[in-house]
């Protein structure tokens, strides 16, 4: 076992019971300029924003801006970066949507979503970390079965930095729960059976009562993840 792995088994062990204020401001004194937050805005994300606006204000938020994404989730954008005053960073793909029809055919997502989510999210986000040592996200370990061993704190080898998961203990209903206990404002799609939210065309409402929680996400596809959080996937 390596030295950095010994480290990052003892910050698990350490932030496990923490709040993730606590790892938060870890990750700021820690990191300083090299630490940025991911975020596509969702319930866990505006949580994370609003206490890194407590603890460490000023700190990179990066949001990939597909293109395609749905009229609410720009007009939340919008306000939260203006209610929390974010440094924030839109990440673009180098085609807009019509390039990359012309490129590639129409609707690539219908086609082939895992390449649309690769040229669209994937790689920007990969360039975009790379001047970074170390990224904030949002996975919590109850939110799939792909994500229930997340760890708090690991090193994301693929883009060379560490990732950091401060909400990886949190459950749906203590988000929501500070959500509304500090009126903080969140996608309107989330009262109409979005429980997540990605690109329009690949984003459907579930069926009151739906315990999968991404089961809207690329219906009639074997795919529950856009790439961003695994390690090897579609690849120009």
């Known amino acids: 076992m390596n030295q950095l792995t010994t480290d990052l088994n003892q910050l698990n062990v350490q932030f496990e019971d923490a709040y993730p204020q606590d790892v938060l401001r870890w990750a700021a004194e820690s990191y300083g300029s090299g630490l940025a937050v991911v975020t596509s805005f969702q319930p866990t994300g505006i949580v994370t924003l609003h206490m890194l606006s407590e603890v460490a204000p000023g700190t990179t938020v990066l949001t990939l801006d597909t293109g395609l994404l749905f009229p609410e989730t720009y ?22 949507v019509e390039q990359q029809a012309a490129a590639h055919g129409a609707e690539l997502w219908a086609r082939n979503p895992d390449q649309c989510c690769a040229l669209r999210k994937t790689a920007p986000l990969d360039n975009a970390l790379g001047g970074y ?21 690991s090193w994301d080898a693929k883009r060379e930095n560490v990732k950091i998961s401060p909400l990886a203990t949190w459950t749906e209903e203590m988000v929501w729960i500070y959500i509304r206990a500090h009126e ?53």
Request: some cysteine; hydrophobic content about 35%.
């Open 75 to 96: 007009a939340l954008i919008d306000e939260v970066t203006a209610k929390l005053n974010l440094n924030l960073v839109r990440v673009q793909p180098e085609q807009t």
């Open 184 to 236: 903080l404002p969140y996608n309107t799609l989330h009262d109409q059976n979005y429980p997540t939210i990605g690109c329009f065309p690949c984003t459907q409402a579930v069926a009151a009562g739906e315990q999968d929680k991404r089961a809207g996400r690329w219906m009639g596809h074997v795919k529950t993840e856009c790439g961003i959080h695994v390690q090897t996937g579609w690849s120009a």
């Open 133 to 153: 040592s170390a990224w904030v996200t949002g996975l919590r370990r109850d939110q799939s079965s792909s994500r229930k061993t997340t760890p708090i704190v």
